[in-house]
């Protein structure tokens, strides 16, 4: 099975050397659990160490702001736009709906561009255009549908709600729909809060069952499979 880096040291060893090419994997977590900086290092890591270009496709934080939130890792966003390696399209939330008539309009830029790496932020925005439990099921499945037709290794973030303890609750039916599922958790430990990764599921791959503590560097995020969180 053809591998895609993960951008994470230790995270490729865990899944086998990497996501399996072509997959939609989800990444869930609280508020402040770090999911944006994990897809963006994703995307980093394609452009930088892989040669793979990326589309980021924003429902919520406007683009200059992400570039600066991500040039404090010194992840210079705006030279791979300049160079065409790089695509970063918003939609604001009330625009959300323009996503889907533009898809076409996506999928060919997507093909010129020759972009192998997408992450969606958040699918969240997506899923609350619709008020109805089973249409909003209904429209991710078929979201989905479309992004897997467009031949990438797809990242999609969902907010959760959480406990005190910090672990995730999903709100939407994207678990299931996915091929790999990733949680973040924010765990209350004494007077501090500390940062974790799990793998709850990734189609075709074995992996540690098992939470892994994970810190944020100075050059992104950082895993630390040897430590224990608890």
């Not at 990497?18 to 995307?43: V, W």
């Not at 040039?71 to 970063?88: L, R, T």
């Not at 990438?152 to 999903?170: A, E, I, K, N, Y």
């Not at 709850?200 to 995020?221: C, D, N, Q, V």
Request: aromatic share 12%; charged share 25%.
């Amino acid at each position: 099975m053809e591998r895609v880096s993960t951008g994470l040291a230790g995270l490729d060893e865990l899944l086998g050397g990497g996501y399996p090419s072509g997959s939609i994997i989800a990444i869930s977590g609280g508020t402040g659990a770090g999911k944006s900086t994990f897809a963006m290092q994703f995307l980093h890591h394609g452009l930088a160490n892989a040669n793979e270009n990326g589309l980021y496709i924003s429902f919520e934080e406007e683009k200059p702001r992400v570039y600066d939130y991500m040039s404090a890792y010194g992840w210079k966003f705006a030279d791979f736009e300049k160079q065409k390696k790089f695509m970063f399209l918003e939609y604001p939330p009330h625009e959300v709906d323009h996503f889907l008539a533009q898809e076409l309009m996506i999928h060919d830029k997507i093909e010129e561009l020759k972009i192998r790496r997408v992450v969606l932020d958040t699918v969240t925005s997506f899923a609350v255009l619709y008020e109805n439990e089973m249409r909003k099921r209904q429209e991710v499945m078929k979201l989905l549908a479309k992004l897997k037709k467009w031949g990438c290794t797809v990242m999609l973030t969902s907010d959760c709600r959480v406990d005190s303890f910090g672990t995730p609750f999903p709100q939407f039916d994207v678990e299931p729909l996915a091929d790999g599922v990733i949680y973040l958790y924010t765990i209350r430990k004494g007077e501090q809060r500390l940062r974790a990764l799990e793998v709850i599921k990734m189609r075709g791959t074995s992996y540690a069952e098992r939470l892994f503590l994970m810190r944020f560097a100075p050059t992104g995020i950082e895993l630390y499979p040897n430590e224990h969180v608890y």
